[in-house]
């Protein structure tokens, strides 16, 4: 299935088991590192500090 034919729960599930699947290829020892890495790389796409700001405070609350 497409990208293009995909539901948002649909993509998101894709996108879910590629980050689960990079994880592991990383290893237990630099899975910190490339969350940091990815989530660098996710904001400078973004090009929205403000909002890049955001989504790190949501994503460490929602871990509580």
């Known amino acids: 299935m497409s990208p293009e034919t995909m539901s948002p729960e649909e993509m998101a ?7 689960a699947e990079a994880i592991a ?3 237990p020892e630099r899975e910190a590192l490339f ?11 973004l090009g929205d500090t403000a909002r890049v700001a955001a989504a790190i405070g949501v994503a460490l609350r929602d871990l509580r």
Not at 13 to 19: A, I, V
């Open 35 to 45: 969350l940091a890495k990815l989530a660098l790389l996710l904001g400078r796409e």
């Open 25 to 27: 290829a990383a290893g």
């Open 13 to 19: 599930e894709r996108l879910w088991e590629q980050l």
